[in-house]
């Protein structure tokens, strides 16, 4: 069974770091390219960062360049998100999503498997 399977959201003050993570199951990541993505109580879903399979190239929304840094370890078949400098605004559940595709896409319609996501809290 495909599966991806987010960890590592909890509960964080303002300024503190996360790291979560996202392993795949069932599949291995090498061929897809992954995103990120949150959701704020409310909100839409938005794309917040993406690493292609081809050469590792990234992409960030402009809210959290600077902050966060994705990353990928395909002998352990997973994806990470490393979090710093954390706001209130970031709050949200975070979800990641692989997409079969060799180039790091925004659209959430590229992404066939998506994660169950882990809730991400930022607040003093």
């Known amino acids: 069974q495909l599966q991806l399977v987010e960890s590592g959201g909890g509960l964080v003050q303002p300024g503190g770091s996360l790291r979560v993570s996202c392993a795949a199951s069932?599949?291995?990541?090498?061929?897809?390219?992954i995103g990120w993505f949150r959701q704020a109580p409310g909100k839409e879903r938005e794309g917040v960062s993406c690493i292609s399979s081809s050469d590792d190239s990234t992409w960030y929304r402009d809210s959290v360049k600077g902050r966060f840094t994705i990353s990928r370890d395909d002998a352990k078949n997973t994806v990470y998100l490393q979090m710093n400098s954390l706001k209130p605004e970031d709050t949200g559940v975070y979800s990641c999503?692989?997409?079969?595709?060799?180039?790091?896409?925004?659209?959430?319609?590229?992404?066939?498997?998506w994660g169950q996501g882990t809730q991400v809290t930022v607040s003093s």
């Open positions: 069932g599949f291995t990541l090498d061929y897809y390219s």
């Open positions: 999503a692989a997409a079969r595709r060799s180039y790091c896409s925004r659209r959430q319609g590229d992404y066939g498997y």
